[in-house]
């Protein structure tokens, strides 16, 4: 009878034993599982996360502009060198002169005619002598400067006919490439957007008033006055007599190299403002004169719906 007791409880125990055994096995795993599935939320958090924080690859220059803390406009003039001693060098630097600086953080001096070591993407893209505007993010600062290259791309030729030669080189922002949040912002922001066309350029004879405001320096804009014959108003009152002084700067100086320059004939859609100092005559009457200074601020034709489509939905 004993016997048969003792066979009772040790099988009682065993199954007791096997039970406490796959509770503990189902545990386990499911540790192991929720452990795995942790693992992988933070991973794609960390995907996400260096995924919005990283600089994005882009051939846009509008992106690349946003991006850069540091552009310019440079010659190339050393392959495979650097001007740092603190920067070995290697097939990816290059040595580049500064012809004109767009984009700096104020602490960082750079100026035209200094050298720049840049550590590029792709060597084969340049040769000495190739000119390019370098979209940049600071790397060593010392008795130089070293950068990064985010992008490139190559300066427009020619110019404004007329222009006064400077050795500034203009870098102008074509129009296509403003995004519609900055094209938005422009246009709320303005007084006037017109489609017109320039029909007479001329030097604006600053009258002695004014003369303090506008001194001569080496950063002098040149300006230059601009009839605009309105052909449709798409925001603002109507224009007297159809027609508009537009006060633009000439200079191809780094302070005013991305201003729009105009020409006779020339058409298109001017986002305008009120110039501080009003006052041209035009055919013997008295009108309104605004600027127009912002990249941006002249689009093609091309751009029309564009634009009537963000007014509408401002």
């Known amino acids: 009878m004993k016997c048969s007791r003792t066979v009772e ?10 039970m406490n055994t796959s509770r503990f096995f189902l545990a386990g795993t499911l540790g192991l599982t929720l452990l795995a599935s942790a693992v992988s939320v933070l991973a794609i958090g960390a995907s996400l996360f260096a995924s919005n924080s990283l600089p994005q690859a882009t051939n846009n220059p509008a992106a690349l502009a946003k991006q850069s803390s540091i552009t310019f406009v440079g010659t190339v003039s050393q392959l495979a060198a650097t001007s740092l001693a603190a920067v070995p060098k290697s097939s990816q630097t290059i040595v580049v002169r500064v012809d004109s600086v767009l984009k700096k953080p104020v ?16 060597p084969a893209a340049f040769q000495e002598g190739t000119q390019a505007t370098f979209y940049t993010e600071g790397w060593i600062f010392g008795s130089g400067i070293a950068v990064k290259e985010l992008g490139h791309a190559a300066p427009p030729t020619g110019g ?21 949040q900055d094209l938005q912002r ?69 302070a005013w190299v991305n201003a729009p320059k105009f020409e006779n004939g020339q058409q298109g859609i001017f986002i305008l403002r009120k110039d501080e100092l009003s006052g041209a005559s035009v055919g013997g009457y008295k009108a309104d004169v605004y600027t127009c200074l912002n990249p941006g601020d ?6 029309e719906a564009r634009v009537r489509s963000l007014l509408k939905n401002r």
Not at 9 to 18: E, F, H, T, Y
Not at 161 to 176: H, I, L, N, R, Y
Request: glycine share 4%.
């Open 107 to 122: 602490a960082v001096s750079l100026k035209k005619g200094d050298t720049v070591t840049v550590e590029v993407k792709d």
């Open 9 to 18: 409880l040790v099988k009682v125990q065993g199954k007791r034993g096997r």
């Open 186 to 254: 422009l246009l709320s922001s303005c007084d006037f957007v017109v489609i017109g066309r320039v029909t007479d350029v001329h030097q604006w004879v600053i009258p002695k008033s004014a003369a303090p405001r506008y001194r001569t320096s080496e950063h002098s804009a040149n300006w230059q006055e601009a009839v605009l014959q309105v052909q449709s108003v798409l925001k603002g009152p109507k224009v007297k007599k159809n027609k508009i002084v537009l006060r633009f700067p000439l200079s191809r100086d780094v």
């Open 298 to 303: 002249w689009l093609p034709m091309i751009e």
């Open 160 to 180: 404004t006919p007329g222009a006064a030669e400077t050795s500034e080189k203009p870098v102008v922002q074509d129009p296509s490439q403003i995004t519609d």
